[in-house]
C-alpha cells in the first residue's frame, strides 16, 4: 500500500463510526439437560431473546479467540416455553414427542490437498439444496449423524469451482461449510448433534465445543466426551462420539474407551431407543473385489461391542460413508443405518454382498446399499417409523420403513 494511501485508510479507521455487529441468526442444540438457543455475535454483550411474553438474557459460552471473532451466546429453552423469537424470527421450539424427523450426514464440501470438490457449485456440493429439501419436510427434529467441517486446505488452482472458499479452522469455513447452507433447516427444527472424526481435536473440534455441542463447554478440546441419552417419553436418542475410533487397526485403549463408552450408552437405552453415532458400528466399507471378505467400517467399536453381550437399541443411526446403507440382521442386532450422503464427495454403493454377509456373528438378513447426495425422513405412526430417503431436490427415491430392529428400503 502507498504511504498516502495507508494514512488514508488509518485516518477513515478512526474516525468511521464502528460497524455494525454481525449476529448469526439463532439455532437450537439439544442435549441431555434439555434445548438451548444459540447465537453467535461481534457485539461486546450478548443479545436478548423473546420467550412468550418476556425478554430474557443469553450468557456468554465462549469469547472470541484467534479466528473466531465471534462470541457464542446461548440460552437454555425450557419446554414450558410456548412462542420464542430472536431479532423478529421464530425460534425453532422441540417437540416433547417428535414424530417427523430428517437425518443427514458428511455435508461438508471436500478441500483436503489434493481431493478438492467445486464447493461453489450446486450440483456438485448440494448441502444447502439437502437442507432447504429437508426443511420443506416440516420436521420436528434434524439429526446430524457427524462431520461437518470439510474445507481444511486452500482450492488449489482457478477451474476447479472452489475458488474464494475459506478454508482451515476458523469461522469463515464453519460459516460456509455449515451455518449459511444450513440456515433453513437450522430455522425449522431443533437439531440433534453428534461429532464426527472431522470435529476431532486435531481438525475442527475447537469450532466443535464453541457451536455444536450440546453441553457445557470444556475449557479445552476434549478427545472423548460421554454419551448422553434425549428422552422423548418411550422414544429417546442415545448419543456416542466416535469421533476417535480408529476404522482399521484399532488400539487397545480406543477399544477400552468405548467398550466403557458403549456400555454406558445402553444403559441409557429406553424401550424405543436409536444410537446415533458417526462411526457405522454394524457396517461394512467394501468388500475387497476377489474374496467378497468384507471390510468393516469400524473395528475399533465392532471389537468394543463384541463383549458386551446383546444390544437392546432398535437401530443405529451413523454417517461416514458417504451414501445410504440399511442393514437389517438375523435375531437381536439393531439395525445399522448409514446416512452419509449430505454433501460431501460421494462413496461407491456396497453392491453384491456375499450370501453368507455376517456381521460380529449376526447374519445379515437384508442390506439396501446406494450412492447419491440424499437425506432421511421418517415419520412415527403405528408401531414402527416410515418415510424415504430423498434425493437433494426433495425426490423420493427409497421408501423404508423402521419396524422393531428391521430396517427395509425399497424403490
Ligand atoms: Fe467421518
Redesign the pocket.
Known amino acids: 500500500m502507498r504511504r498516502a494511501a495507508a494514512i488514508a485508510s488509518v485516518v477513515l479507521a478512526a474516525t468511521a463510526t464502528p460497524a455494525a455487529a454481525d449476529t448469526t441468526a439463532p439455532w437450537v442444540v439439544l442435549g441431555p439437560d434439555g434445548a438451548v438457543v444459540r447465537v453467535a455475535t461481534t457485539d461486546a454483550a450478548c443479545p436478548r431473546i423473546r420467550y412468550d411474553d418476556f425478554d430474557r438474557p443469553m450468557q456468554v459460552r465462549v469469547g472470541p479467540w484467534e479466528a473466531y471473532p465471534h462470541t457464542v451466546c446461548e440460552a437454555p429453552l425450557p419446554a414450558i416455553v410456548q412462542r420464542a423469537s430472536f431479532a423478529g424470527r421464530a425460534i425453532p421450539l422441540p417437540r416433547p414427542e417428535p414424530r417427523r424427523i430428517v437425518v443427514l450426514g ?1 455435508s461438508g464440501c471436500r478441500l483436503k490437498g489434493g481431493s478438492v470438490q467445486a464447493c461453489n457449485d450446486p450440483a456438485q456440493w448440494p448441502f444447502a439444496r439437502i437442507a432447504a429439501a429437508a426443511a420443506a419436510m416440516a420436521p420436528d427434529l434434524v439429526i446430524h449423524v ?2 461437518y467441517h470439510y474445507r481444511e486446505t486452500p482450492c488449489p488452482q482457478p477451474g476447479a469451482g472452489c475458488e474464494g472458499s475459506p478454508y482451515g479452522y476458523n469461522w469463515g469455513a464453519w460459516r460456509a461449510d455449515f451455518f449459511d447452507p444450513a440456515a433453513p433447516l437450522l430455522a425449522a427444527a431443533p437439531w440433534v448433534m453428534v461429532r ?3 470435529e476431532d481435536c486435531e481438525r475442527a473440534g475447537h469450532g466443535w465445543f464453541r457451536y455444536l455441542d450440546p453441553r457445557p463447554r470444556p475449557p479445552d478440546c476434549e478427545g472423548f466426551t460421554e454419551p448422553y441419552r434425549i428422552a422423548f417419553g418411550d422414544f429417546s436418542l442415545v448419543v456416542h462420539d466416535s469421533a476417535i475410533a480408529r476404522d482399521q487397526n484399532p488400539r487397545d485403549a480406543e477399544i477400552e474407551r468405548h467398550r466403557g463408552q458403549l456400555a454406558a450408552a445402553r444403559a441409557l437405552a429406553t424401550p424405543e431407543s436409536w444410537l446415533l453415532t ?2 457405522p458400528l454394524y457396517g461394512v466399507y467394501k468388500f475387497e473385489p476377489t474374496t467378497r471378505r468384507p471390510i468393516l467400517t469400524n473395528e475399533t467399536l465392532q471389537a468394543a461391542a463384541a463383549a458386551l453381550g446383546p444390544d437392546p437399541f432398535r437401530a443405529v443411526f451413523s ?2 460413508i458417504h451414501r445410504f446403507d440399511a442393514f437389517s440382521f438375523a435375531g437381536g442386532q439393531p439395525a445399522q443405518v448409514v446416512v452419509g450422503g449430505g454433501g460431501t464427495a460421494l462413496d461407491p454403493s456396497l453392491d453384491d454382498p456375499p450370501p453368507d454377509l455376517a456381521i460380529l456373528g449376526a447374519r445379515v438378513s437384508r442390506l439396501t446399499s446406494t450412492t447419491g447426495y440424499a437425506f432421511l425422513f421418517l415419520e412415527r405412526g403405528g408401531a414402527g417409523w416410515a418415510g424415504a430417503l430423498y434425493d437433494a431436490d426433495g425426490r423420493a427415491r427409497l421408501r423404508c420403513r423402521l419396524d422393531g430392529k428391521t430396517m427395509e428400503c425399497d424403490p
Open positions: 458428511d457427524g462431520d464426527g472424526n472431522h458417526h462411526r454417517g461416514h
